[in-house]
């Protein structure tokens, strides 16, 4: 859908000027206990130009892409530019000029056909109607997305990049012997293709059962005792707080807008054991589920070291905050729809690994939890947080007892990263949620299963 080049604008673009294609394509569809309820697959799509003069920018966007349509988007980006510039007279510090830079990330270029997507839904949802007589109800959804991107800067940047997702959600529900309604979710797939994620409903056949057996023994479990406990966040809540309540904090837009991590850079924010970087594309000469190699303002992205030895010593920066703060930019600038502007947005978020083996750290606690995996959560600038929590267990003498019910976690993250005294030594990534933040965005996060000290809401 993208064009093969865009080198004939080249002579229309000045320093500073950026001119993108995008096309958004998403497919999904959706069945509860048998009744397809959603079935929809579409693509959006166009150009945008973006534009500086005396350190404003201006920009225009169209859903046309021909050739008169691109000449118009940047002609009017000039306009509203000189028109700020014009009210408001120059603005410093200008952006300075990028070095020339050309890389290409290629992948193939296909969407399955809804009719796949909608009988392999079918198929999952026979399979689990048919094993598992004493579910309530049941949920398969199956989800499809990607950007396609073409951008060229006058500066000399010209890359194409294509980010394709595909994930499955499956969600079982039943009563406990009290008669409330209980439910367990898991998400699989992830980077990459419908195919190569998936091949056969066959495969996830496994996968499934260990989800009701999740399931039955949340029916059977109990509720936390409220208060501050000592808890193992596993790897996928180490995530979320990664990204939530760290994360946003540490955004320079976000910095420059009074978040807490402003007067803490080069302070002590977290146990000396917390590292934690916003990778660019790469982990340990891995390709990551969102790999941004050069951002959607032509920068080439570099890792942004956020938290080192329990430090702040970092900002995510675009290139007008990176000149604001003094600081490199780190080709965080990322726009979700031909029709944004970028903004600075996370990529791959983590916290880094420790040495210290999971079955150590629950022996390790006498009385606490280990806490399996959360559905949603929030936090605001100050690093405040509340996470649901929809799975646990019961830590007693350094042994894992009992499933708990839902309930939900809370406190500061930088009050909480200060208690960390141990670290696992596998890490874990996930993709398969957006980030809100002014206009949504698919994002990754990761780390390792962690032992702290945090507020949990009992029942």
């Excluded at 000045?14 to 959603?38: D, M, P, W």
């Excluded at 079955?359 to 649901?388: H, K």
Aim: charged share 20%; glycine share 12%.
């Amino acid at each position: 859908m993208l064009p093969e080049t865009l080198s004939a604008y080249k002579p229309l673009l000045g320093a500073g000027t950026e001119l993108r294609v995008q096309y958004n394509s998403a497919s999904g569809v959706g069945i509860v206990a048998g009744n397809i309820t959603s079935n929809s697959s579409g693509v959006s799509g166009g150009a945008s130009a973006r534009t500086t003069r005396g350190g404003y920018y201006g920009f225009a966007s169209s859903a046309e892409t021909d050739a008169a349509a691109i000449k118009a988007v940047l002609a009017t980006a000039e306009r509203n530019a000189g028109f700020l510039f014009g009210k408001l007279g120059t603005k410093k510090p200008q952006r300075k000029p990028l070095p020339q830079s050309r890389i290409d990330t290629k992948s193939v270029r296909n969407s399955p056909e809804q009719k796949r997507l909608l009988d392999f839904a079918r198929d999952v949802d026979a399979y689990v109607a048919g094993k598992y007589k004493t579910l309530t109800s049941r949920y398969i959804g199956l989800g499809v997305n990607a950007m396609d991107k073409y951008l060229l800067t006058g500066d000399g940047a010209e890359t194409k990049s294509y980010l394709p997702r595909a994930h499955m959600y499956v969600n079982l529900s039943t009563e406990t012997p009290d008669g409330n309604a209980i439910d367990y979710t898991e998400v699989f797939g992830g980077a990459g293709s419908f195919e190569a994620n998936f091949t056969t409903p066959e495969a996830l056949y496994e996968r499934i059962e260990k989800i009701y057996e999740t399931l039955m023994a949340k029916r059977d479990g109990i509720y936390a005792d409220a208060g501050v406990k000592d808890v193992i966040l596993a790897k996928e809540l180490g995530g979320m707080l990664a990204h939530e309540a760290v994360g946003h904090t540490t955004e320079a837009d976000l910095v420059l807008g009074g978040s807490v991590a402003g007067p803490y850079l080069n302070k002590k924010v977290a146990s000396e054991l917390i590292s934690m970087v916003d990778f660019a594309n790469t982990y340990n000469g891995t390709e990551l589920e969102q790999p941004i190699y050069v951002d959607d303002e032509g920068t080439i992205a570099r890792d942004a070291h956020l938290i080192t030895d329990g430090i702040l010593t970092g900002y995510m920066y675009n290139r007008e905050l990176a000149e604001h703060f003094n600081a490199e930019p780190t080709g965080n600038a990322r726009a979700y729809t031909f029709a944004d502007e970028p903004l600075v947005r996370m990529r791959n978020t983590a916290i880094l690994p420790g040495t210290d083996k999971l079955a150590d750290m629950i022996a390790s606690i006498d009385d606490g939890y280990y806490l399996t995996q959360t559905g949603n959560g929030q936090a605001d600038l100050t690093s405040e947080f509340m996470f649901s929590i929809n799975m646990g267990y019961e830590i007693k003498n350094g042994k894992l007892g009992r499933a708990i019910r839902d309930t939900t976690i809370s406190g500061v993250a930088f009050d909480l990263l200060k208690t960390v005294t141990m670290l696992g030594d596998e890490m874990y990534w996930t993709s398969s949620g957006m980030c809100g933040k002014k206009q949504p965005m698919p994002v990754s996060m990761g780390g390792p299963d962690l032992k702290c000290r945090v507020n949990i809401g009992g029942r």
